[in-house]
Protein backbone atom coordinates (compact mmCIF):
# COMPACT_ATOMS: atom_id res chain seq x y z
CA UNK A 1 0.00 0.00 0.00
CA UNK A 2 2.93 2.42 0.25
CA UNK A 3 1.47 3.39 3.49
CA UNK A 4 3.58 5.67 6.01
CA UNK A 5 2.12 4.69 8.99
CA UNK A 6 4.30 2.54 11.47
CA UNK A 7 1.33 2.18 14.15
CA UNK A 8 -0.89 -0.11 12.54
CA UNK A 9 -4.85 0.30 12.44
CA UNK A 10 -5.01 3.08 10.19
CA UNK A 11 -3.79 5.29 13.48
CA UNK A 12 -2.03 8.54 11.73
CA UNK A 13 1.96 8.37 12.54
CA UNK A 14 2.87 11.33 11.91
CA UNK A 15 4.38 13.78 14.64
CA UNK A 16 2.47 16.05 16.43
CA UNK A 17 2.74 19.82 17.68
CA UNK A 18 1.84 19.97 21.77
CA UNK A 19 2.66 23.01 23.31
CA UNK A 20 2.85 23.28 27.21
CA UNK A 21 2.38 26.34 29.06
CA UNK A 22 5.33 27.22 32.10
CA UNK A 23 2.79 29.51 34.09
CA UNK A 24 4.90 31.01 36.49
CA UNK A 25 3.84 32.95 39.93
CA UNK A 26 6.32 34.04 42.02
CA UNK A 27 9.84 30.71 42.57
CA UNK A 28 6.70 28.33 41.70
CA UNK A 29 4.84 26.81 38.45
CA UNK A 30 1.46 25.28 38.25
CA UNK A 31 1.18 21.38 37.64
CA UNK A 32 -1.24 18.74 37.58
CA UNK A 33 -1.58 15.01 37.42
CA UNK A 34 -2.53 14.11 33.86
CA UNK A 35 -5.64 11.57 33.28
CA UNK A 36 -5.22 11.53 29.42
CA UNK A 37 -4.28 8.37 27.83
CA UNK A 38 -0.67 9.50 27.23
CA UNK A 39 1.23 10.13 30.35
CA UNK A 40 -1.47 8.97 32.40
CA UNK A 41 -0.62 9.66 36.25
CA UNK A 42 1.97 12.07 35.40
CA UNK A 43 1.98 15.69 35.87
CA UNK A 44 2.58 18.15 33.23
CA UNK A 45 1.74 21.92 32.79
CA UNK A 46 -1.33 23.08 30.93
CA UNK A 47 -1.45 22.77 27.45
CA UNK A 48 -2.57 20.93 24.34
CA UNK A 49 -2.62 20.72 20.78
CA UNK A 50 -1.75 23.84 18.20
CA UNK A 51 -4.69 24.01 16.05
CA UNK A 52 -4.59 24.71 12.27
CA UNK A 53 -3.72 28.85 11.65
CA UNK A 54 -3.19 28.88 15.73
CA UNK A 55 -0.30 31.35 17.05
CA UNK A 56 2.05 29.83 20.13
CA UNK A 57 0.37 32.50 21.90
CA UNK A 58 -2.82 32.41 21.15
CA UNK A 59 -3.04 28.53 21.64
CA UNK A 60 -1.52 29.05 25.13
CA UNK A 61 -3.92 31.51 26.10
CA UNK A 62 -6.72 29.15 24.97
CA UNK A 63 -5.79 25.72 26.74
CA UNK A 64 -4.68 27.98 30.02
CA UNK A 65 -8.02 28.91 29.86
CA UNK A 66 -9.48 26.10 28.74
CA UNK A 67 -7.75 23.93 31.57
CA UNK A 68 -7.45 26.12 34.79
CA UNK A 69 -9.61 29.35 33.89
CA UNK A 70 -6.63 31.64 34.51
CA UNK A 71 -5.94 34.40 32.27
CA UNK A 72 -2.21 34.55 30.94
CA UNK A 73 0.06 37.62 29.96
CA UNK A 74 3.94 38.25 28.94
CA UNK A 75 4.18 34.75 27.03
CA UNK A 76 7.25 33.81 26.00
CA UNK A 77 8.84 31.27 23.94
CA UNK A 78 11.08 29.09 26.17
CA UNK A 79 12.09 25.75 23.87
CA UNK A 80 10.58 22.32 22.31
CA UNK A 81 11.39 18.88 22.98
CA UNK A 82 11.16 16.22 20.91
CA UNK A 83 9.20 12.75 22.14
CA UNK A 84 8.62 9.71 20.70
CA UNK A 85 6.20 7.70 23.22
CA UNK A 86 6.20 4.11 22.21
CA UNK A 87 4.64 2.72 25.86
CA UNK A 88 1.96 4.41 25.69
CA UNK A 89 -1.42 2.56 24.97
CA UNK A 90 -0.91 3.84 21.10
CA UNK A 91 2.62 5.20 19.67
CA UNK A 92 3.07 8.50 19.25
CA UNK A 93 5.66 11.61 18.66
CA UNK A 94 4.86 15.02 19.80
CA UNK A 95 7.57 17.78 18.78
CA UNK A 96 6.42 20.09 22.11
CA UNK A 97 6.47 23.88 22.23
CA UNK A 98 7.12 25.36 25.50
CA UNK A 99 6.15 28.66 26.14
CA UNK A 100 6.35 30.81 29.57
CA UNK A 101 3.36 33.24 31.02
CA UNK A 102 2.66 35.19 33.95
CA UNK A 103 -1.01 35.37 35.30
CA UNK A 104 -2.82 38.83 34.44
CA UNK A 105 -4.10 39.14 37.30
CA UNK A 106 -1.82 37.40 40.78
CA UNK A 107 -4.92 36.73 43.03
CA UNK A 108 -6.89 34.46 40.95
CA UNK A 109 -7.13 31.06 41.47
CA UNK A 110 -6.61 27.87 38.73
CA UNK A 111 -9.74 25.81 38.28
CA UNK A 112 -9.83 22.06 37.60
CA UNK A 113 -12.35 22.85 34.52
CA UNK A 114 -11.57 19.37 32.99
CA UNK A 115 -11.16 16.96 35.56
CA UNK A 116 -11.86 14.15 32.60
CA UNK A 117 -8.31 15.21 32.08
CA UNK A 118 -6.21 16.28 35.47
CA UNK A 119 -6.89 15.88 39.08
CA UNK A 120 -6.05 19.33 40.03
CA UNK A 121 -3.95 21.89 39.94
CA UNK A 122 -0.96 23.12 42.38
CA UNK A 123 1.69 25.42 42.68
CA UNK A 124 5.31 23.98 42.68
CA UNK A 125 8.81 25.46 43.42
CA UNK A 126 11.13 24.21 39.81
CA UNK A 127 13.46 22.38 42.99
CA UNK A 128 10.47 20.59 44.07
CA UNK A 129 8.57 19.27 41.23
CA UNK A 130 6.07 16.66 41.87
CA UNK A 131 6.92 13.16 39.93
CA UNK A 132 6.84 11.42 37.89
CA UNK A 133 6.74 14.28 35.22
CA UNK A 134 5.25 13.87 31.70
CA UNK A 135 8.37 13.11 29.59
CA UNK A 136 8.42 16.16 27.21
CA UNK A 137 8.55 18.03 30.55
CA UNK A 138 10.74 15.77 32.32
CA UNK A 139 13.33 15.73 28.75
CA UNK A 140 13.16 20.01 29.93
CA UNK A 141 13.95 19.44 33.62
CA UNK A 142 17.01 17.19 32.91
CA UNK A 143 18.24 19.51 30.33
CA UNK A 144 19.28 21.73 33.17
CA UNK A 145 16.41 24.31 31.46
CA UNK A 146 14.77 26.88 34.53
CA UNK A 147 11.96 29.31 33.66
CA UNK A 148 13.50 31.17 36.57
CA UNK A 149 17.28 31.67 34.74
N1 LIG B 1 -0.75 19.55 28.41
C1 LIG B 1 0.49 19.26 28.04
N2 LIG B 1 0.68 18.68 26.84
C2 LIG B 1 1.92 18.39 26.50
C3 LIG B 1 3.00 18.67 27.34
N3 LIG B 1 4.11 18.22 26.73
C4 LIG B 1 3.73 17.63 25.57
O1 LIG B 1 4.43 17.06 24.76
N4 LIG B 1 2.41 17.76 25.40
C5 LIG B 1 1.76 17.23 24.22
C6 LIG B 1 1.42 15.77 24.42
C7 LIG B 1 -0.05 15.82 24.63
O2 LIG B 1 -0.70 14.61 24.34
C8 LIG B 1 -0.41 16.91 23.66
C9 LIG B 1 -1.76 17.44 23.82
O3 LIG B 1 -1.95 17.87 25.12
P1 LIG B 1 -3.07 17.21 26.03
O4 LIG B 1 -2.85 15.76 26.11
O5 LIG B 1 -3.12 18.00 27.29
O6 LIG B 1 -4.35 17.40 25.15
P2 LIG B 1 -5.63 18.28 25.27
O7 LIG B 1 -6.76 17.36 25.35
O8 LIG B 1 -5.47 19.34 26.31
O9 LIG B 1 -5.55 18.96 23.86
P3 LIG B 1 -6.64 19.28 22.81
O10 LIG B 1 -6.75 18.02 22.04
O11 LIG B 1 -7.85 19.69 23.60
O12 LIG B 1 -5.99 20.39 22.05
O13 LIG B 1 0.59 17.89 23.90
C10 LIG B 1 2.78 19.29 28.59
O14 LIG B 1 3.68 19.58 29.38
N5 LIG B 1 1.49 19.57 28.90
MG1 LIG C 1 -4.32 19.51 27.93
Not at 15 to 36: I, Q
Not at 64 to 93: C, M, Q, S, W, Y
Not at 102 to 128: I, R, T
Request: with cysteine.
Amino acid sequence: MGSRSRSGGGAAAEPKVGLGVVVVKGETVLMGRRRSSIGASTFAVPGGHLEFGESFEDCAKREVKEETGLDIEKIEFLTATNTVFLDEPRPAHYVTIFVRAVLANPQQEAQNLEPEKCDGWSWYGWNDLPKPLFRPLETLVESGFSPFK
